[in-house]
């Protein structure tokens, strides 16, 4: 029953309708509207832009993105995950492009991009991290292996919450634990004080499996922007008491926050040896060097002084 038209989609010579507040329109062409790219790991978007247009700060979690300039100069960028070191900031990598140039967005990442005219097939981050070792992690000698490897301590002790969330993530990944390299999964410890929060961020390279041990936690994941631009990204939430199980997919958007009297404790599983995390707030107001603020005041549709006062907090 398959046709030639399941694999054809016309219409993006057609230019997009800018008339709006960011001054841009995104032409999509996913499975949702060409049928033959279903398991094909593949879709295409056209972005048209008024002058001075926006494509504000955004991820997609589960694609790489290869972007062509056809037309025009583009200020374009993307925000590391947050680094190791809680002493340092979120990187932000910009560069200006003209027709013909090509950039590429890792996967996951928050992006500042004015325009996009093809994706990448989505290959699996973590077959790719284990194919090329690109995290430096080599193989240790099987002959020198040794059961530390594998071990980990400390679990059992409650992280210090006292800080401006009231919150602390103690991370075991391979980093910590070299026993994890190849094997893509690790853990975390998250400990909260009274109403403390583990805010807004994303794991951009893997699923996410929580177990409550104490407490009660309100909980809650955002999906990825409808294809219909009328309708609004959904948030799924919960409230989860001790034993309770939640799942996070990849890449999305989740939160964590303790409604409860008295403090509380939570393990999760990723699937990855090391996930990463980006803060959302973290990235896009604390990253060195900072967002153009032209770009966050169109982005957010505030004030300049509402972008001040954000981006001091970080």
Do not use: W
């Not at 398959?2 to 996913?30: E, Q, Y």
Request: net charge neutral; with cysteine.
């Amino acid at each position: 029953m398959v046709f030639a038209d399941d694999f054809f989609f016309p219409g993006l010579n057609i230019p997009g309708n800018t008339s709006n507040p960011l001054g841009s329109r995104v032409a999509t062409v996913n499975v949702n509207q060409l049928p033959g790219l279903n398991t094909l790991c593949i879709s295409v978007v056209r972005i048209d832009y008024a002058p001075y247009g926006l494509n504000p700060p955004h991820t997609h979690p589960r694609a790489t993105e290869v972007l062509l300039v056809l037309e025009g100069t583009l200020y374009v960028g993307f925000v590391t995950s947050n680094p190791a070191d809680p002493n340092k900031k979120n990187k932000l990598f910009t560069k200006y492009l003209n027709c013909g140039d090509i950039f590429v967005f890792p996967e996951g990442v928050i992006t500042i991009a004015n325009a996009v005219f093809g994706s990448y097939p989505s290959i699996n981050q973590a077959v790719l991290t284990e194919a090329f070792q690109v995290e430096k992690k080599i193989c240790k000698n099987p002959n020198m292996v040794v059961a530390h490897d594998f071990f980990f301590p400390g679990l059992n002790i409650a992280g210090n919450t006292s800080n401006p969330l009231g919150s602390m993530v103690t991370t075991v990944n391979v980093n910590q634990l070299p026993g994890l390299n190849t094997l893509g999964i690790s853990v975390v410890r998250i400990d909260y004080a009274p109403y403390g929060l583990n805010p807004p961020h994303t794991h951009p390279r893997a699923t996410d499996v929580l177990l409550v041990l104490e407490g009660t936690l309100y909980v809650g994941f955002v999906t990825s922007n409808p294809a219909d631009p009328n309708k609004k990204s959904k948030l799924f939430t919960k409230y989860l008491n001790c034993g309770d199980v939640f799942v996070f997919p990849e890449g999305l958007i989740l939160f964590l926050f303790n409604v409860g009297h008295k403090n509380a404790v939570a393990f999760a599983g990723l699937s990855s040896k090391n996930p990463e995390v980006i803060t959302i707030a973290n990235a896009v107001f604390g990253s060195y060097p900072s967002i153009n603020q032209a770009v966050l005041t169109k982005a957010f549709q505030v004030e300049k002084k509402v972008i001040d006062y954000l981006q001091a907090q970080f």
